[in-house]
């Protein structure tokens, strides 16, 4: 399994990736069909991400087919450049592999490197392997965030979750 920096050339295969994770998975933001972006689009906006000198995308990558990715989007202003708020995803044939915990071991090295001190994400709260991955990581629960999404016609709960880089 290879872990590299997304590249625009990227874009097709990233969409299908995450257009599969948004029909596997109850606990991602969009519904399946609610991403309404082209790979034209999605190749802006990688590039857009790369641009960035405190954001990125790493994808992991298993015999030439994306399986899951990291995206960190750091602060946009002075105060808050050194934050960084994550988004991860596994496709589910794919999970139970440490597919999740060396994306954040690599993020967490880029991360330091750009001058990232804290990093920061929301799960749901009954989403249990991504929770015990979170700490398993170091990450802790800083709130909980109470209805703030509505799924399947809920409302469902978020923990806040950070770990600060040395």
Not at 43 to 66: C, G, M
Not at 79 to 99: A, E, F, M, P, T
Not at 111 to 131: D, K, Q, S, W, Y
Request: include cysteine.
């Amino acid at each position: 399994m290879n872990i590299r920096t997304i590249a625009p050339e990227d874009a097709g295969n990233f969409l299908s990736l995450r257009n599969k994770l948004d029909t596997e998975t109850p606990f991602l933001l969009l519904e399946p069909g609610e991403r309404l972006m082209t790979a034209a689009q999605q190749r802006d906006k990688i590039e857009y991400v790369l641009s960035k000198p405190n954001s990125t995308i790493l994808v992991a990558e298993l015999s030439s087919q994306l399986v899951g990715y990291i995206s960190l989007t750091g602060g946009p202003y002075q105060r808050n450049k050194h934050v960084g708020h994550i988004v991860i995803s596994v496709l589910q044939d794919y999970s139970g592999r440490g597919i999740g915990t060396k994306l954040f071991v690599e993020l967490e090295s880029w991360a330091h490197g750009v001058g990232i001190h804290r990093l920061e994400l929301c799960t749901m709260t009954h989403n249990a392997p991504a929770i015990a991955l979170y700490k398993k990581m170091g990450y802790k629960i800083e709130g909980e965030k109470r209805d703030s999404l509505r799924v399947n016609g809920n409302y469902v709960h978020e923990y806040c979750l950070f770990k600060l880089l040395a």
